[in-house]
């Protein structure tokens, strides 16, 4: 374990040169989709595409780790996704949960908690026949605010 963390340490120290030429527009969008959901759940009645953006806040916002601090290719991410022939999502979300639970497992135990709820609503909003209302809007964009920050203390963004 103290292996782990000391190689994460280093790779983190190591790619904070490289990371200032490893631009992705992922961080930009998750912003832009972040801020989108907190303007539609305050200020508008669209509450299904509130928590569409909210969560996909967070999944670029986690393919923007991959890429700039673990300097992933967008082709070495999809590639590891056909061999486990799983669902995107959740390899991300186990991959980066795992690189949590390395030095912080009360991060890694929010982060789980938060961003599967966060799922689920999506869920909800993006495929059931179910009308979202602005409560669930507000525990999207909340959960949403919640994984950011955990992401942005645990992979120093």
Do not use: W
Not at 8 to 24: A, P, Y
Not at 100 to 108: F, H, L, V
Not at 127 to 140: G, M, S
Request: charge should be positive; glycine fraction near 4%; include cysteine.
């Amino acid at each position: 374990m103290v292996y782990f963390v000391l190689l994460r340490t280093f790779l983190r120290f190591r790619k904070k040169s490289i990371n200032e030429s490893v631009n992705t527009h992922l961080k930009t969008k998750s912003d832009q989709n972040l801020k989108l959901a907190n303007e539609i759940t305050t200020n508008g009645s669209e509450f299904a595409s509130s928590v569409h953006c909210s969560y996909y806040s967070c999944v670029q916002l986690m393919l923007h780790i991959l890429r700039s601090h673990f300097l992933k290719s967008d082709l070495e991410i999809e590639n590891e996704n056909q061999q486990e022939n799983g669902s995107t999502h959740v390899k991300l979300i186990k991959e980066i949960g795992d690189q949590i639970k390395i030095t912080n497992r009360a991060d890694y135990r929010t982060f789980k908690n938060k961003i599967n709820d966060l799922k689920g609503v999506r869920v909800i909003a993006d495929y059931k026949d179910e009308l979202i209302e602005k409560d669930k809007a507000i525990n999207a964009l909340t959960f949403a605010k919640e994984v950011h920050g955990t992401l942005l203390r645990n992979f120093n963004i």
